[in-house]
């Protein structure tokens, strides 16, 4: 999925093992992920992001 505001990120949330975990979803978020090695935010990792000006968007899931 691509965004078309340069300064939005669009993530996904997960329960894992009864954690939450956030995954990226955009190519920006990908790049964002990719910069600390992860493929999953920590919840450090979005307070930086939030800080560098992104605005972070969970990513709307269909009903299956």
Known sequence: ????DPMQ????RKTVY???V???????AS???MLSD???FTPRQIGIIKALG???V????EEV
């Open 54 to 56: 992104y605005k972070i």
């Open 9 to 12: 990120i669009v993530v996904r």
């Open 22 to 28: 956030i995954y990226p979803v955009c190519d920006t």
């Open 1 to 4: 999925m691509d965004n078309k």
């Open 31 to 33: 790049c964002l992920a």
């Open 58 to 61: 969970l990513e709307q899931q």
């Open 18 to 20: 009864g954690n939450d």
């Open 38 to 40: 992860t493929k999953t």
